[in-house]
């Protein structure tokens, strides 16, 4: 059993920043991926970004690539999202998983509730 719990969402102005976070607690695994997605409405589910929890093979999707930024700190067990530049588009609710990593939804096994970002123009 893996509980996740998302944090920092908010309502910012186009340019802005804000930073995420999601607490895992329960078993986890070091070898596994903690993952970001995002749901706007009307939409399906997209992948933001992606890191493992030993800290490595970070990827982010094509949307969001040299605005946002993924971490992790392992003491906490609390994976970051640092979104910069943020544009309208943004807005969505975002989630946090863990799972095998990767683009797909399928491949994580827990998420989150989820957390809202409104980014106003």
């Known amino acids: 059993q893996v509980q996740l719990v998302e944090s920092g969402g908010g309502l910012v102005q186009a340019g802005g920043s804000l930073r995420l976070s999601c607490a895992a607690s329960?078993?986890?695994?070091?070898?596994?991926?903690m993952g970001w997605f995002r749901q706007a409405p009307g939409k399906e589910r997209e992948f933001v970004a992606h890191i493992r929890w030993s800290g490595g093979s970070i990827y982010y999707g094509d949307s969001v690539r040299g605005r946002f930024t993924i971490s992790r700190d392992n003491a906490k067990n609390t994976v970051y999202l640092q979104m910069n530049s943020l544009k309208p588009e943004d807005t969505a609710v975002y989630y946090c998983?863990?799972?095998?990593?990767?683009?797909?939804?399928?491949?994580?096994?827990?998420w989150g509730q989820g957390t809202q970002v409104t980014v106003s123009s």
């Open positions: 329960g078993r986890t695994f070091s070898s596994y991926f």
């Open positions: 998983a863990t799972g095998l990593g990767g683009s797909s939804i399928s491949r994580y096994a827990y």
